[in-house]
């Protein structure tokens, strides 16, 4: 679903990605861990285009992506994302955050839109929110509506920001309970998180980013056990 060859990408003088390489098969949740600066938020905002990178090649779904002559909103229609900060439209009530994009980009009738909304809400344990605003919910509550507003797009891959890190501890747990459920239905992913239990219990591969570059990856139960590389053993001891 996804292939990354040899992927750069600079801020200036300062170089965030510096030949990444990675694979992600269908169906398979990959966790990407690391030290804040190690550039794991920019891969993930790179396989969204959010950001364009420099070098290297991005494949979606066996496709060659070239940011210059793919429609990108196309792309970006089949990849969903999750923000750490939720990025809610904060005067549009919940129901209305959810129907948005499938009403004004895919072109989807409202009540067709609306009915796949409340499912969503459903689905995240929120449909008696439908008609709240977000500054009336708390920060589960608005990752929950972030989560089936991505989903009402019906993508084929989610990709997942920090999404519990601007929560406070008591509320982490249903948002991850909401991802679980996404990996057990069969959705691709690739989370950036700190969640290490997320990581073991869930994940089908964890890969560990230092300095630009994935250092070392594998099955969860290897990785956390038998860490190879002594800078994994460092930054797993300073964390567990």
Do not use: W
């Not at 099955?219 to 956390?224: H, M, N, Q, S, W």
């Amino acid at each position: 679903m996804i292939q990354v060859r040899n992927l750069v990408k600079s801020f200036g003088p300062l170089t965030v990605l510096k030949g990444v390489d990675l694979d992600v098969g269908e169906k398979e949740v990959v966790v990407l861990i690391g030290a804040s600066g190690s550039g794991k938020s920019t891969l993930l905002r790179c396989l969204n285009f959010l950001e364009m990178y420099d070098q290297g090649e991005i494949r979606l779904m066996g496709e060659p992506i070239n940011p210059q002559k793919t429609d990108l909103n196309q792309v970006r229609s089949e990849v969903g994302m999750v923000f750490q900060h939720f990025n809610l439209f904060p005067h549009k009530t919940v129901l209305e955050n959810v129907t948005e994009a499938p009403v004004f980009v895919k072109k989807q009738k409202r009540e067709v839109a609306k009915e796949l909304a409340m499912n969503l809400l459903e689905n995240v344990g929120l449909q008696d929110k439908a008609q709240h605003y977000p500054d009336m919910l708390s920060g589960g509550q608005k990752q929950r509506v972030a989560i089936a507003r991505s989903l009402a797009m019906e993508p084929r891959i989610m990709l997942f920001d920090e999404p519990t890190s601007a929560l406070d501890p008591e509320l982490v747990g249903e948002v991850l309970v909401v991802m679980k459920q996404l990996a057990q239905e069969g959705m691709t992913m690739v989370v950036v998180t700190h969640e290490m239990g997320f990581a073991r219990e869930v994940s089908n591969r964890v890969a560990f980013m230092h300095n630009g570059q994935i250092l070392e990856q594998g099955d969860p139960k290897t990785f956390f056990d038998r860490p190879e590389h002594e800078r994994t053993k460092q930054f797993l001891n300073s964390i567990l």
